[in-house]
């Protein structure tokens, strides 16, 4: 989506829940996606106990399901729900992708208290989830509303395909596997750092760098999930293992590292620090390495390649850049990261919900 | 799971999460289930971005999910966690059930505030999920963990199996079946209203009828779903439109007949009201049949069958008695309810979260 366009939606009047029950709204729903989306294979979407996809054999089933949960991974007022919609759906994507299988349906359980139901919150939700889903060719196909005391609640729960025995998981990867992640780091956390300063969507700054700061900002709250990627690198077997980038880089590797049983390398100075966070953080007192080594949420994929394969790698998909970072070592070598000649452990300091 | 050995369950000291990160919780899980549960056809569970199932001609699959909110769908002081957990899957192995499928995986996304995951409730949460998880060979492939401002919140994602083409859907049934429901009706929110006033799991009670008592109050807390029921109705193709008794039975036959346009007739004195509810409703100006309509919670399966398949259907399955309670008519007569000479239309009074 545009983000002219989900400014639009959002400024939009959009219609409300006001006297519906969730049967009506759900029955909407319906109607709007019974036309839009990858229908192949789905036997039954919304309407039903639940939904019935056709099974076929040389093929695999990918699921994953993430929990948002307003005050902890969202707060209502520095998003909107539009964002919020696509964010929701774009985070369950994004660990298709890191399957290397290819994003096909979703479904979304949706908890709001009396007050936001009773808004247009949820028919914005929608339309953001909405948008992104038909940008994929994914069909949502069932759900839950439930309504809560207080707050907002999602849990995106995401399906995929990819060719029997080719999903990319985390573990397979070896010593000597060279390190590539897509696109840049650091904005994501670099857009929350600044909505935690009171930056907000569309708000108009008089700062000279109010461009920068909304781009970095929506990073944040609206992350495109490299689904290009993920097929790519999926379809052609090019990664011996891959991760999204959610918690950070840096546990994001870990993670990776301990499922392959491998150390790493990683240098510095060849990591793809979002150049807007780089323009940005002199002024506001950011260290943008940090920011892109710890920060989370870019969900960009991070993948472990074969050197005999290197060579066969696409420059870019959907014009997502690839940046070479490091190489796979074994694993008593630790997880390492260097800068010139000083080489330093480099520890899991991305997002924990609990310590 | 026997309730004496829930009450065991919950009463022993169990290990607590201090000081253990999301990661570490998840590894233990990983570890408990790796053993358990049925793994034909899992390629990946617990550990990666995304479980991965293999895909077979032949098959269809069956996916459902339902969120449960602390302060709505219950209540932390009335139930207990190991309940909490069976109750989780429960009600979406009561889905997949009423699609005429086996079930077969879990995901489970559990949000949870600081406090409780300091305690020990996420570990009998997960006693309680594992085990009714066993107890049906189904295997818990993934989820999500996440911090929560203040409310527990849960959603169960069940996913199953069935023959090509053989799910049995709410559309599908045409004038002149039988409507039929599995055990009884009314149990559950005889035990919530009972909770309502005070009762309570296991709590000792000095009036006559605390056997009962616990009984309604379990219905309501730890619901067996027909899993049993499901697959032979599926198997063997007895139903023409099935759908589980979740909301009441009132409201879920009007699920099943809006989706297949018919109109249908109960009659109230066939109505399998539970005979504990019949006893106890007496002394506490509590109405058994409107229990048993629109109670909700019961997650017995209601389902028609045309009349040539009738003499097929089994009497009991896995001990549950099924009951036939009227028969579907054309659209246009609408759902009434008959006693003796007297009809009246059913109206769906049954729960609903929005108004």
Same mark, same amino acid.
């Not at 969730?22 to 309407?47: D, K, N, P, Q, W």
């Not at 696109?183 to 708000?203: P, T, Y």
């Not at 108009?204 to 109010?210: K, R």
């Not at 390495?289 to 994929?301: C, R, S, T, V, Y």
């Given at each position: 989506?545009?983000?002219?366009?989900?400014?639009?939606?959002?400024?939009?009047?959009?219609?409300?829940?006001?006297?519906?029950?969730?049967?009506?709204?759900?029955?909407?729903?319906?109607?709007?996606?019974?036309?839009?989306?990858?229908?192949?294979?789905?036997?039954?979407?919304?309407?039903?106990?639940?939904?019935?996809?056709?099974?076929?054999?040389?093929?695999?089933?990918?699921?994953?399901?993430?929990?948002?949960?307003?005050?902890?991974?969202?707060?209502?007022?520095?998003?909107?729900?539009?964002?919020?919609?696509?964010?929701?759906?774009?985070?369950?994507?994004?660990?298709?992708?890191?399957?290397?299988?290819?994003?096909?349906?979703?479904?979304?359980?949706?908890?709001?208290?009396?007050?936001?139901?009773?808004?247009?919150?949820?028919?914005?939700?929608?339309?953001?989830?909405?948008?992104?889903?038909?940008?994929?060719?994914?069909?949502?196909?069932?759900?839950?509303?439930?309504?809560?005391?207080?707050?907002?609640?999602?849990?995106?729960?995401?399906?995929?395909?990819?060719?029997?025995?080719?999903?990319?998981?985390?573990?397979?990867?070896?010593?000597?596997?060279?390190?590539?992640?897509?696109?840049?780091?650091?904005?994501?956390?670099?857009?929350?750092?600044?909505?935690?300063?009171?930056?907000?969507?569309?708000?108009?700054?008089?700062?000279? /760098?109010?461009?920068?700061?909304?781009?970095?900002? %929506?990073? &944040? =709250?609206?992350? *495109?999930?490299? +689904? #290009?990627?993920? @097929?790519?690198?999926?379809?052609?077997?090019?990664?011996?293992?891959?991760? /999204?980038?959610?918690?950070?880089?840096?546990?994001? %590797?870990? &993670? =990776?590292?301990? *499922?392959?049983? +491998? #150390?790493?390398? @990683?240098?510095?100075?060849?990591?793809?620090?979002?150049?807007?966070?780089?323009?940005?953080?002199?002024?506001?007192?950011?260290?943008?390495?940090? =920011?892109?080594?710890?920060?989370?949420?870019?969900?960009?994929?991070?993948?472990?390649?074969?050197?005999?394969?290197?060579?066969?790698?696409?420059?870019?998909?959907?014009?997502?850049?690839?940046?070479?970072?490091?190489?796979?070592?074994?694993?008593?070598?630790?997880?390492?990261?260097?800068?010139?000649?000083?080489?330093?452990?480099?520890?899991?300091?991305?997002?924990?919900?609990?310590?």
């Amino acid at each position: 989506m545009k983000d002219e366009e989900a400014a639009r939606h959002s400024a939009r009047a959009a219609s409300t829940n006001s006297g519906r029950s969730e049967f009506e709204f759900i029955a909407e729903i319906r109607r709007r996606v019974s036309m839009s989306g990858s229908s192949s294979s789905l036997v039954t979407g919304i309407g039903d106990d639940a939904a019935v996809l056709r099974q076929t054999t040389g093929r695999d089933t990918v699921v994953s399901t993430d929990l948002l949960i307003e005050g902890i991974d969202f707060q209502q007022q520095s998003t909107e729900p539009v964002l919020l919609g696509h964010k929701a759906l774009a985070v369950s994507l994004s660990d298709i992708a890191a399957m290397g299988a290819r994003p096909r349906w979703s479904l979304i359980s949706l908890g709001v208290p009396e007050d936001i139901w009773e808004s247009s919150f949820c028919d914005e939700f929608y339309d953001g989830l909405i948008k992104l889903a038909d940008a994929y060719d994914i069909k949502l196909i069932g759900g839950d509303i439930s309504r809560t005391p207080q707050q907002i609640v999602i849990d995106s729960i995401a399906m995929g395909e990819c060719a029997t025995g080719k999903p990319v998981l985390r573990s397979g990867a070896k010593p000597g596997d060279r390190i590539f992640v897509t696109g840049s780091l650091g904005g994501a956390a670099a857009g929350l750092r600044l909505i935690e300063r009171g930056a907000r969507f569309k708000k108009a700054e008089n700062d000279e /760098d109010s461009n920068l700061v909304q781009e970095l900002v %929506l990073r &944040h =709250l609206k992350p *495109e999930p490299r +689904v #290009g990627w993920g @097929v790519v690198i999926g379809e052609e077997q090019l990664a011996s293992a891959m991760i /999204d980038i959610s918690d950070g880089l840096s546990s994001d %590797l870990h &993670h =990776l590292c301990e *499922e392959s049983h +491998v #150390g790493a390398i @990683v240098r510095s100075g060849d990591i793809p620090v979002d150049e807007r966070v780089v323009e940005i953080c002199g002024r506001r007192r950011l260290d943008p390495l940090m =920011l892109a080594l710890h920060g989370g949420e870019d969900f960009e994929l991070l993948f472990a390649v074969p050197p005999d394969k290197v060579a066969q790698l696409p420059h870019k998909v959907d014009g997502v850049q690839l940046t070479e970072i490091g190489e796979l070592r074994a694993a008593n070598e630790a997880i390492r990261i260097s800068e010139g000649s000083r080489v330093w452990d480099l520890q899991p300091e991305g997002w924990k919900h609990f310590e």
